[in-house]
């Protein structure tokens, strides 16, 4: 590799070098989605070979991680040679932490050169990983509305708190807000539309008003109301999901879990903080309801404790903050070996889910695959040359060469803000 020339000698010796990296660009759509970042990788095979990746939260410092230092290391090296490059780049965070913006930047850079090697083979991701497994993936819908990331219907960019969108206003998509207050009508439109599932996340405003550390059975009774009109419109036609943004403390959640119970749940997602693993197996032992956890889980190292202590029924993945579609497939992997389930999470970006994708046509265990559809519907398209394909409440496995998606040139235009790029 180009960090050690003997190394880089002995694979050009042997022909097994890949095309070489030649700049690193990433640039943030602050009018579309302000806390996206998007990322490519530039080769020395031409415009036709062009890694794209992208993560999502706190996108400057993830920027600056990657043009501070990462790009040292790619920059000349072998573009194909993917688990090298995270190898090195996940050892060297470690020194100084790894996790937030470390992590972020290798799961931007680890699904950009992904993407490199599927135009180099001439393969889909999921190919390369060992697929085809199923020819797509079951959707469920994030009832987060346009605004829910996005920048505002104005213009105005929305930043928002981490973790916590605009709940909207009436209109159409606007999910957030209709499973808040139309409910019943929007399950009866996700059904129309081939939906089995959907997550809603009603209990938000109880938690800010008392901070998590308790919520009063009138709050809580009037948080579940959607959940309830749900059920008395349209049955278990379509299974309900909650997530509670990691909000609550321990007795509040098992109130939560307990009021769940006859909404009989397909799963309770991030109600507790994951601040400790055995306080999550606690909860999941009294819920009597499925718990999910969790995209803040980050790497294999969370993720054996997840598994080792039984504190899920369903391992929820985020590809673009746990390490890439190199440790998303891993994790998934160590998942099967205890017989779980994996979600794979996105209410972010398109190459978030188009990773997710790939890797679920590679691994049996994968059950759902997280969607916005407002997102699909109103930003992807100003992001992405190719959308993605929803139909019956299913994804197809894509089958272009590499993850499935390029970014629109526009969008790295240098005289945008924001733009940097780093070059040999």
Same mark, same amino acid.
């Given at each position: 590799m180009a960090t050690d020339p003997q190394l880089a000698t002995s694979h050009a010796a042997a022909g097994i070098d890949g095309p070489r990296i030649t &700049?690193?660009?990433?640039?943030?759509?602050e009018h579309i989605m302000p806390g996206l970042m998007l990322l490519r990788i530039h080769t020395d095979a031409g415009d036709t070979v062009i890694g794209h990746?992208?993560?999502y939260y706190a996108p400057h410092a993830v920027a600056a991680m990657i043009h501070d230092w990462m790009a040292r290391r790619l920059i000349d090296g072998d573009a194909m040679a993917v688990e090298s490059h995270w190898r090195f780049l996940y050892e060297r965070t470690t020194s100084f932490g790894t996790r937030g913006a470390e992590l972020r930047a290798i799961s931007a850079i680890d699904? &950009?050169?992904?993407?490199v090697l599927g135009q180099v083979t001439g393969q889909p991701i999921w190919r390369l990983l060992g697929g085809p497994v199923r020819d797509g993936i079951t959707l469920y819908n994030s009832c987060g509305g346009p605004s829910y990331g996005g920048s505002r219907q104005d213009g105005a960019v929305n930043h928002g708190r981490p973790g916590h969108g605009d709940i909207g206003r009436p209109g159409p998509l606007e999910d957030?807000?209709?499973s808040n207050f139309n409910p019943g009508d929007l399950a009866e439109e996700l059904i129309a539309e081939g939906y089995t599932a959907m997550k809603l996340w009603t209990l938000d405003r109880a938690a800010h008003a008392r901070g998590g550390l308790h919520i009063s059975w009138a709050d809580l009774k009037d948080a579940l109301k959607p959940f309830h009109e749900i059920r008395k419109r349209v049955g278990d036609r379509i299974e309900l999901c909650l997530d509670g943004h990691a909000l609550f403390h321990l007795p509040a959640a098992l109130r939560i879990a307990e009021a769940m119970r006859d909404i009989q749940p397909l799963w309770l997602e991030d109600v507790l903080r994951m601040d400790s693993i055995d306080t999550l197996a606690d909860f999941r032992d009294k819920a009597g309801?499925?718990?999910?956890?969790?995209e803040m889980l980050l790497s294999r190292t969370d993720y054996v404790q997840l598994l080792e202590r039984r504190a899920a029924d369903y391992v929820m993945i985020d590809p673009t903050w746990v390490g890439g579609i190199s440790e998303t497939h891993r994790v998934a992997h160590l998942a099967q070996a205890y017989n779980l389930p994996v979600l794979m999470h996105d209410c972010t970006g398109p190459l978030t889910t188009l990773a997710g994708i790939q890797v679920a046509g590679a691994v049996t265990n994968v059950a759902f695959q997280e969607t916005v559809r407002a997102h699909i519907r109103t930003l992807y398209d100003?992001?992405?040359d190719t959308n993605l394909v929803v139909d019956a409440g299913r994804a197809m496995l894509p089958t272009r060469p590499g993850i499935g998606a390029r970014w629109l040139d526009e969008l790295f235009d240098p005289s945008l803000p924001h733009h940097r790029m780093t070059r040999r």
């Amino acid at each position: 590799m180009a960090t050690d020339p003997q190394l880089a000698t002995s694979h050009a010796a042997a022909g097994i070098d890949g095309p070489r990296i030649t &700049a690193i660009e990433t640039a943030i759509p602050e009018h579309i989605m302000p806390g996206l970042m998007l990322l490519r990788i530039h080769t020395d095979a031409g415009d036709t070979v062009i890694g794209h990746g992208e993560t999502y939260y706190a996108p400057h410092a993830v920027a600056a991680m990657i043009h501070d230092w990462m790009a040292r290391r790619l920059i000349d090296g072998d573009a194909m040679a993917v688990e090298s490059h995270w190898r090195f780049l996940y050892e060297r965070t470690t020194s100084f932490g790894t996790r937030g913006a470390e992590l972020r930047a290798i799961s931007a850079i680890d699904l &950009a050169l992904w993407d490199v090697l599927g135009q180099v083979t001439g393969q889909p991701i999921w190919r390369l990983l060992g697929g085809p497994v199923r020819d797509g993936i079951t959707l469920y819908n994030s009832c987060g509305g346009p605004s829910y990331g996005g920048s505002r219907q104005d213009g105005a960019v929305n930043h928002g708190r981490p973790g916590h969108g605009d709940i909207g206003r009436p209109g159409p998509l606007e999910d957030n807000y209709n499973s808040n207050f139309n409910p019943g009508d929007l399950a009866e439109e996700l059904i129309a539309e081939g939906y089995t599932a959907m997550k809603l996340w009603t209990l938000d405003r109880a938690a800010h008003a008392r901070g998590g550390l308790h919520i009063s059975w009138a709050d809580l009774k009037d948080a579940l109301k959607p959940f309830h009109e749900i059920r008395k419109r349209v049955g278990d036609r379509i299974e309900l999901c909650l997530d509670g943004h990691a909000l609550f403390h321990l007795p509040a959640a098992l109130r939560i879990a307990e009021a769940m119970r006859d909404i009989q749940p397909l799963w309770l997602e991030d109600v507790l903080r994951m601040d400790s693993i055995d306080t999550l197996a606690d909860f999941r032992d009294k819920a009597g309801v499925p718990i999910a956890a969790s995209e803040m889980l980050l790497s294999r190292t969370d993720y054996v404790q997840l598994l080792e202590r039984r504190a899920a029924d369903y391992v929820m993945i985020d590809p673009t903050w746990v390490g890439g579609i190199s440790e998303t497939h891993r994790v998934a992997h160590l998942a099967q070996a205890y017989n779980l389930p994996v979600l794979m999470h996105d209410c972010t970006g398109p190459l978030t889910t188009l990773a997710g994708i790939q890797v679920a046509g590679a691994v049996t265990n994968v059950a759902f695959q997280e969607t916005v559809r407002a997102h699909i519907r109103t930003l992807y398209d100003r992001l992405i040359d190719t959308n993605l394909v929803v139909d019956a409440g299913r994804a197809m496995l894509p089958t272009r060469p590499g993850i499935g998606a390029r970014w629109l040139d526009e969008l790295f235009d240098p005289s945008l803000p924001h733009h940097r790029m780093t070059r040999r």
